[in-house]
């Protein structure tokens, strides 16, 4: 079947760097996006990763390696709006979307 | 950058009753829209795939004549939860994306559905 597995909470201080993992185990693989979701609201994209290695954009990074069927998400100098879930979503063979269940992610001052 | 919008942000309705759901791509045409479901603390849960101009593509377990899906043009989509019941109340979600490939998916705001 297919998988992907992220933790499910993860608690980070202010100011901080925080690392996101994702692993995936698909049919086929086509890309895989990140997104944030604050609660009681929709996600919003962060990023995309199709070749493997690091995507950098501003306080976010994410990093890919096909070959292991993982990704990572880097937030930077974090800030408590970055308090929100992030969801690894992976396109398989047939470009359909497969979602994590998401990481919680707490900021604490 | 893209934007959909959805309608109503919020909606209470009796148990028995139909409720709409509006999904629209306000600066790109969208033939293909996604219909989510999302439970507190829990990830989407892909609904349906709204196909412009043809039958919705319906995921197992989703009942296709409770949620009637209608994508008349390529800017609007349309979710209906026919004679809902409490336990339809949820928070859902239409997406879509301007083109296939590596385009990432443009969420709308969701829609807060309470059943009494």
């Avoid at chain 1, 990140?34 to 493997?52: C, I, K, M, R």
């Avoid at chain 2, 593509?57 to 209608?70: H, M, S």
Wanted: aromatic letters at 10%; one cysteine or more; proline letters at 3%.
């Amino acid at each position: 079947g297919q998988n992907i597995d992220q933790p499910t909470e993860m608690t980070a201080t202010e100011g901080a760097i925080v690392q996101i993992n994702c692993t995936y185990q698909t049919s086929g693989f086509n890309g895989l996006f990140w997104y944030q979701q604050h609660a009681g609201e929709a996600p919003t994209f962060l990023s995309y990763n199709v070749l493997d290695g690091l995507e950098e954009k501003g306080r976010f990074s994410s990093f890919l390696s096909r070959s292991k069927g993982y990704s990572y998400l880097l937030l930077k100098e974090l800030q408590m709006k970055d308090s929100a879930s992030y969801l690894c979503a992976v396109k398989d063979s047939n470009y359909q979307l497969i979602w994590g269940a998401g990481t919680k992610l707490i900021i604490k001052p | 950058g893209a934007v959909v919008s959805q309608h109503p942000s919020r909606v209470i309705c009796k148990s028995g009753t139909s409720v709409k759901i509006e999904c629209r791509s306000l600066d790109f045409q969208a033939t293909t829209m996604f219909w989510y479901r999302q439970f507190p603390k829990q990830s989407l849960m892909l609904m349906a795939t709204s196909n412009e101009g043809s039958k919705a593509t319906y995921e197992q377990g989703v009942e296709k004549d409770k949620f009637l899906i209608n994508h008349a043009s390529l800017t609007l989509s349309t979710l209906t939860v026919t004679s809902a019941h409490p336990e339809d109340s949820s928070f859902y979600i239409c997406s879509a994306r301007e083109e296939i490939g590596s385009s990432p998916l443009h969420f709308g705001n969701g829609t807060r559905l309470t059943v009494t």
